[in-house]
């Protein structure tokens, strides 16, 4: 499976300000998502990060609030903007894994997440 | 996003016992289903999935899969303390829909 390394793995940050995560993949990968993770909460998917064009987010996530960068295949960055303390969540890179290329089946893995507070 | 339901927890099970976890989903055409398992802390970790109707058995894990009622179940034999996390089931849709749905998740504790 692929190797994934997100960074920070935590902050602290003042409301108001911004913060960018980012997402290293050891191989080259079609499909680059994020995900928040609320306290105690399952995982939503904020946007499919796309390479070369602009990121697709799901309903109740905008551009403004979260920029997603993705230059290459094994690069991607989310941005937290204009940050509140309901921002405050493990934010969580994941990339689809084909293993097999033969294979139609794919396995999502994740980075180690970036747990953000908010202040 | 597709609605994924799991059994509510938490769940209690004796060391050497079965646990058993439930899942059900809302759309008919998922195709892929995966169990992962989460630590208090750390992030989830791919245990099993299943892309077909029945079983599929992995070591002490074994995922059942029902697509007629869009139901899929993890079992785990032999229940350990390391065992002790959070299990969330997640499901994809059709061939080209990549993105995941994932449960609510079970909190599984199991005592010595």
């Known amino acids: 499976s692929a190797v994934i390394s997100q960074k920070p793995s935590r902050d602290i940050c003042q409301r108001g300000t911004s913060l960018t995560i980012q997402c290293q993949v050891d191989s080259q990968v079609t499909m680059m998502f994020w995900y928040r993770q609320q306290p105690g909460q399952s995982l939503t998917l904020i946007a499919t990060?796309?390479?070369?064009?602009?990121?697709?987010?799901e309903s109740g996530f905008v551009i403004d609030k979260f920029p997603i960068s993705r230059p290459n295949l094994t690069f991607s960055t989310l941005t937290v903007s204009n940050m509140s303390p309901e921002d405050s969540s493990i934010y969580l890179c994941s990339v689809e894994d084909p293993g097999d290329s033969l294979s139609q089946n794919t396995e999502a893995f994740f980075g180690q997440g970036t747990r953000l507070t908010v202040v | 996003q597709k609605e994924v339901e799991q059994n509510s927890g938490p769940l209690s099970v004796p060391e050497g016992a079965i646990a058993s976890l439930n899942c059900t989903y809302s759309?008919?055409?998922?195709?892929?289903f995966f169990w992962y398992r989460q630590y208090s802390g750390k992030s989830p970790e791919l245990i099993m999935s299943i892309y077909s109707n029945g079983d599929k058995e992995d070591g002490r894990f074994t995922a059942q899969l029902n697509k007629a009622s869009q139901y899929v179940s993890l079992l785990i034999r032999d229940s350990q303390p390391s065992d002790s996390a959070t299990y969330l089931c997640?499901?994809?849709?059709?061939?080209?829909?990549?993105?995941?749905?994932f449960g609510a998740g079970t909190t599984v504790t199991v005592r010595a």
């Open positions: 997640a499901v994809n849709g059709a061939s080209n829909d990549y993105k995941l749905s």
């Open positions: 759309d008919r055409v998922s195709q892929s």
């Open positions: 990060a796309n390479q070369g064009s602009e990121a697709t987010y």
